[in-house]
């Protein structure tokens, strides 16, 4: 029965392809490899990435958080920013429907 391929990550060393974890090979059996570089989530890829995560560890950018993630400083500024401002009465979105009528 032929066994299904399998991937495996595996480091070079010393000239030698080492697997990280076991593999379910014979001794002596041969196998066909494909090389594919392993890629950090964290290094940039591109120019472009290089220049911009330049920028963000500079300090002359600051890229928006990820889809509901807030940054804890900013999150600390709304909250600051929200106890200073008490507006009493009905919502401007109300008086605005108002004004406009029917």
């Known amino acids: 029965m032929e066994k299904k391929p399998e991937i ?13 974890v076991p593999v379910s090979l014979s001794e002596g059996q041969t196998v066909r490899l494909r090389v594919v570089p392993e890629v950090s989530p964290r290094a940039p890829k591109t120019d472009r990435e290089k220049v911009l995560q330049a920028a963000v560890d500079e300090g002359w950018l600051r890229l928006p958080p990820k889809y509901g ?18 507006i009493e009465g009905k919502p401007l979105s109300e008086t605005i429907i108002e004004e406009r009528g029917s």
Do not use: C, S, W
């Open 8 to 20: 495996i990550v595996a480091v070079y060393e010393n000239g030698m392809l080492r697997p990280t």
């Open 69 to 86: 993630q807030v940054d804890p400083a900013e999150h600390a500024r709304r909250v600051r920013a929200r106890k200073l401002v008490k």
